[in-house]
């Protein structure tokens, strides 16, 4: 059978995920990786992480990448928008290692940022399904089918969806929101452990159930 990976918010920590990526036997042909999005912000290596996110995608067959709150606070950022909101949210750090100053106009933000990477990151989808699960960064509104989902909810939803109960159709599985040990519930699988915080990076490997951090 086929196999999942989906690895949670990474948050510039380039060191974590690669620690990470040596633990789980992927097969290049077969299997998937999902990335939950938040490549970026807060940790000192976000360009790295995506220098290396992007690399996978060139060896692996199957790598989905999702949009994360922070990819999204970043476009923003360079087209000129919501520039208190991005620095407030840990984007200091990602214009630093994309040698961005704050003094630079938008025309200049994104001459800083190659067109590899600017491809990246408007690549990114704002979910991915399989046969039995849903992929998403933070969450989705109980009651509204996925394709009715607004990109805010996509993005920046917490406990409104993390408190639901009931079936959501698939197991959403999720970031956004850190925990201390991955949040295993039977409609939900919360997989974003703080690893920007001190905490672990983890990867969920599906349909097994098993947990890789570190």
């Known amino acids: 059978m086929n196999k999942i990976f989906a690895i ?8 974590k995920l690669e620690k990470l990526m040596n633990q789980i036997a992927v097969n290049r042909e077969k299997d998937t990786i999902v990335f939950i999005g938040d490549y970026i912000d807060r940790g ?31 476009l923003q950022y360079l087209d000129g928008f919501d520039e208190s909101l991005y620095l407030g949210n840990g984007g200091a750090n990602t214009l630093s290692s994309y040698d961005i100053s704050l003094l630079d106009d938008s025309e200049k933000r994104k001459k800083r940022v190659s067109i590899e990477h600017q491809s990246f990151y408007k690549s990114l989808l704002p979910y991915y399904e399989s046969a039995h699960h849903m992929f998403v960064h933070a969450g989705i509104r109980p009651g509204l089918p996925l394709e009715k989902q607004t990109m805010d909810d996509l993005l920046w939803i917490r406990y409104e969806f993390i408190q639901y109960e009931k079936d959501f159709g698939k197991r959403v599985v999720f970031g956004h929101t850190p925990f201390t040990h991955p949040l295993i519930q039977e409609n939900k699988i919360g997989i974003d452990t703080g690893a920007v915080y001190g905490g672990k990076l ?3 490997e599906l349909p097994a159930l098993k947990i890789y951090q570190s």
Request: aromatic share 8%; charged share 25%; net charge negative.
């Open 8 to 15: 949670g918010d990474i948050h510039g920590c380039l060191e």
């Open 44 to 74: 000192k290596s976000s360009k790295e992480v995506v220098d290396y996110v992007i690399h996978l995608r060139e060896q692996y067959e199957n790598v989905v990448c999702l949009l994360g709150n922070h990819e999204k606070m970043f």
């Open 202 to 204: 983890t990867c969920l």
